[in-house]
């Protein structure tokens, strides 16, 4: 596991609205809001950060992606159990 590239060390999810403004920038035109998704990673014994731009329907498709992992992790363990092979956590 920790014999990859990139390692994940942490992550975080910053939320902010953004102005929009009209050509004028005294006169404001309304807002948006936006998520910044930051991954933090060891490579090369360093840590490191990526940054990604997020909307609703992003966060929908992250969280799809996570559940949908978690219920493999539950199909993997069984497969080790199964096969008395034991799971290691790293």
Excluded: W
């Amino acid at each position: 596991m920790t014999d990859q590239d990139r390692v994940f060390c942490n992550a975080r999810i910053l939320s902010d609205i953004r102005p929009v403004f009209y050509y004028l920038p005294r006169i404001g035109f309304g807002g948006c809001y936006v998520h910044t998704l930051r991954i933090g990673f060891h490579q090369d014994d360093k840590h490191q950060d990526f940054y990604f731009a997020l909307d609703g329907s992003d966060l929908k498709a992250l969280k799809e992606i996570i559940l949908r992992a978690e219920k493999k992790t539950k199909a993997l363990e069984a497969i080790l159990e199964k096969s008395n092979t034991k799971c290691l956590k790293v």
